[in-house]
């Protein structure tokens, strides 16, 4: 009876161990796919924002620049946001032209909600998009419509305000009917970007 526990217990481990050295391999083959995958929709992302720029290089100095602005941003009262990534526009020739900024907010319908905003020099947005969000179809899945992020092009880099009626100032940005969390959510990881460009990249 003991051999027989011991051969069965063997053989579990033995198909356990398999199993997991399998896992592990299909892990590292799929793994650099995968990422290589995100990372260039997070570079076309960055590209829709700031369509004028064709190079796109970290921030130096960002966690330390994140910190400086986390009490800052605080007190805005924008809801649970983060600063996740910030990263220099140039173009051809090397010449910064501004900054994009991804930011995301925690209060989304279904959760997190993370948004790349292009902000230039003189301080205007050229864009924002989508790095991760997923709202509801037909409802918070129009955040990525033309008919609301195209609202924030060329707007002020400043807070902006949602509204639930056709904007009447022009930090106003008008809320999608009927998925006011996802709006709200946009409009406050913008907000965050925004503010983090003005206190910590542009002079």
Known sequence: MNKSIVHDALVLFLITLIAGLALGAA???TSGPIAEAEQKEKE???QSV????????????????IAKTESGLAEQGFGN???????TAKDASGKELGYVVVATSGDGY???????????????ITGIGFVSIDETPGLGMKAKDPEFKDQFNDKAADTLELVKTDPSADNQ???ISG?????????AAVNTAVYFA????LK
């Open 198 to 201: 003005n206190n910590a990249l």
């Open 50 to 65: 700031f369509s004028e720029a064709s190079e796109f290089t970290e921030v130096d100095g960002l966690e330390d620049l």
């Open 110 to 124: 279904k959760g997190d909600i993370e948004v790349a905003v292009g902000i230039t020099e003189d301080k205007k």
């Open 173 to 175: 940005i008008k809320a």
């Open 27 to 29: 892990n590292a083959v």
């Open 81 to 87: 946001v983060t600063v996740n990534d910030a990263l």
């Open 44 to 46: 076309e992302t960055y």
């Open 179 to 187: 998925a006011t969390f996802s709006s709200k959510a946009t409009t």
